[in-house]
């Protein structure tokens, strides 16, 4: 095997929840491929004859000094429609924000121009973000979510879109709407087709099956994606228990919670991805974590539209796959380090409390809050996990989709003493305070795309 790129300098992953692995000064080896062949450590007598054939074919990547690969981060909730509407429009609840600013802007990207200038705007600044992989929500037309995985394609993110579907003419408005289930159902049917058929053996784009939520969609249409799911065996994404009234709706019309009715629809696979989920119970998790299902814990959007916090820890100990999403535009930060500090935050405020007019130990739920190490992992190898996508970790076999962080730069928040820092300090400053202006290169599949 002649490698394709050999980055040589230090870096950090966390290839379990629990452990946090420091990769000191090692030679990280990618193949034609893009996937990572081998990570050679310094005590290794092949590292230095590498480094050196690397350097002579001109395919050697010294890391600068102050500076260490990280994996790739993963985002599992975007609607790329609303990227225009990030940082606005938050002082509504779910289901007037929906009708009074979403349904309308969304609507707006039947102009393919439009999904166009937007859509490329978006996949370049969430790379520049650092996210390397994104599972997005597109709108309800077929063509411009095409449009958005060739903006994927054209930047090389690797992503996962979605043909929102939504048919109830009870709770979609007339502009925005697929015509009725059948309709629906084709059109998802035919963009998996064409998606799949703009790209290869190993493709970096997926197509996913995208009911909205089930209030938007009728049994019909549940019924049909459910099937097209098993058919395909594409990735699944939807809303899940996010709000007090999304959970309601579904309890008064079918019975039952959303996980529960999602499998009944054939919609909850080892493939399925909810987002947020905040309502979800110890029988949900069970159901959940026997089927492989994960959730995108959305910490800041939960914050606006869901008045609760996602029980990460408990979803986590009862088996759950979990990883962040930025939520945009329910959440107002395009970056999943904003992310991973927010579900920090949060997982505080549940275990330990917010109101201060109850004593100590009546103010939280008295759970453990996550650590740096669960949170970055989370954001990485989690994210990856509930995908079933081999990115995440800086390991043998691994897709090389990684970033450079660099400390001391100007504008930035990461701060590095190297006689104060001890390398695990040193991580949990690149958790808490690694930034915009932290991130240097990035690579998705081996390919530099910034
Ligand atoms: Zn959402």
């Keep these: 095997m002649q490698p394709a790129l050999v980055v040589l300098g230090s870096g950090f992953h966390t290839p379990a929840r629990d452990r946090l692995e420091v990769l000191a000064d090692c030679a990280f080896i990618v193949d034609g491929t893009g996937r990572i062949a081998d990570v050679i450590r310094p005590e290794d007598p092949r590292q230095q004859a590498l480094a050196a054939w690397a350097e002579a074919q001109g395919v050697l990547h010294r890391l600068p000094a102050d500076a260490w690969l990280i994996p790739g981060l993963v985002d599992l909730h975007v609607h790329a429609p609303q990227w225009p509407q990030l940082g606005k429009a938050l002082d509504a609840p779910l289901e007037v924000w929906l009708q009074k600013y979403t349904f309308p802007l969304e609507a707006r990207f039947a102009d393919p121009d439009f999904a166009a200038e937007v859509y490329d705007d978006l996949v370049r600044s969430l790379l520049a973000q650092g996210t390397t992989t994104a599972m997005y929500f597109g709108s309800v037309h077929k063509r411009p979510n095409l449009i958005l995985a060739e903006a994927c394609l054209r930047h090389g993110q690797r992503a996962l879109v979605g043909k929102v579907a939504m048919d109830d003419p009870a709770t979609c408005p007339a502009f925005y709407r697929d015509a009725d289930a059948a309709t629906a159902i084709a059109e998802t049917r035919a963009f998996i087709a064409e998606l799949r058929a703009m790209q290869g053996e190993d493709p970096l784009v997926l197509p996913v099956i995208t009911p909205r939520f089930i209030p938007s969609c009728t049994d019909d249409l549940l019924e049909g994606l459910g099937q097209l799911a098993r058919e395909t065996g594409c990735h699944v994404q939807t809303?899940?228990?996010?709000?007090?009234?999304?959970?309601?709706?579904?309890?008064?019309?079918?019975?039952?919670s959303d996980c529960t009715a999602l499998d009944r629809f054939g919609l909850l696979t080892d493939r399925t991805v909810l987002a947020h989920a905040n309502f979800i119970d110890g029988n949900d998790m069970a159901l959940m974590a026997q089927r492989g299902a994960a959730v995108a814990h959305c910490p800041m959007s939960n914050a606006y539209f869901a008045n609760a916090i996602f029980p990460v820890r408990r979803a986590l100990e009862a088996?759950?796959?979990?990883?962040?999403?930025?939520?945009i535009s329910g959440g107002f930060s395009p970056s999943i380090l904003d992310g991973l500090r927010h579900a920090l935050m949060t997982s505080r405020h549940l275990g330990r409390g917010a109101d201060p007019t109850l004593p100590p130990e009546a103010r939280g739920t008295g759970e453990a809050p996550l650590t740096a190490v669960e949170a970055f992992w989370?954001?990485?190898?989690?994210?990856?996990?509930?995908?079933?996508?081999?990115?995440?970790?800086?390991?043998?076999?691994?897709?090389?989709?990684?970033?450079?962080?660099?400390a001391n730069l100007p504008g930035s928040g990461l701060r590095h003493f190297p006689g104060a820092d001890r390398p695990e300090e040193l991580f949990e400053k690149i958790v808490l305070t690694a930034d915009r202006a932290a991130i240097g290169d990035i690579w998705v599949q081996g390919r530099k795309v910034r």
């Design 378 to 406: 989370l954001a990485t190898a989690g994210g990856a996990d509930a995908l079933s996508l081999p990115v995440g970790r800086l390991a043998e076999g691994q897709c090389f989709d990684a970033l450079v962080i660099r």
């Design 239 to 256: 809303h899940a228990s996010e709000s007090d009234w999304a959970a309601g709706y579904v309890r008064d019309r079918l019975g039952c």
């Design 319 to 327: 088996g759950v796959e979990v990883g962040l999403g930025t939520d």
